[in-house]
Nanobody
Framework: QVQLVESGGGLVQPGGSLRLSCTTS????????FGWYRQAPGKQRELVAA???????NYAGPVKGRFTISRDNAKNTVYLQMNSLKPEDTAVYYC????????????WGQGTQVTVSS
């Protein structure tokens, strides 16, 4: 049974930090690329950061230099370190796993709320 469970969200003041975790099971973690997406009320879901199976990363413009995505293959977990948070970072954050080999597969977590407010 495939599971992606996000945690680490919450309420933080502007300028603060949070670290999101996506703990997974039910598939071969090391073969998958991962992305963190977010969706704010009334807006489309957007890609925030991604990491390949080999560890290469890329970031959306608004978070570049503030967010860091990483993975721990031994723990089957992906992280998103978020620093210098802004009110516009408020959204539900989702973890996505993608397998690009034969028989493409895609899995999603249930999301975790991040609220940046004073």
């Amino acid at each position: 049974q495939v599971q992606l469970v996000e945690s680490g969200g919450g309420l933080v003041q502007p300028g603060g930090s949070l670290r999101l975790s996506c703990t997974t099971s039910g598939f071969v973690f090391s073969c998958y690329a991962f992305g963190w997406y977010r969706q704010a009320p009334g807006k489309q879901r957007e890609l925030v950061a991604a990491i390949t199976s080999g560890g290469s990363t890329n970031y959306a413009g608004p978070v570049k230099g503030r967010f860091t995505i990483s993975r721990d293959n031994a723990k089957n977990t992906v992280y998103l370190q978020m620093n210098s948070l802004k009110p516009e970072d408020t959204a539900v954050y989702y973890c996505n796993a993608e397998f690009y080999g034969a028989g493409r597969r895609s899995y999603w977590g249930q999301g975790t709320q991040v609220t940046v407010s004073s």
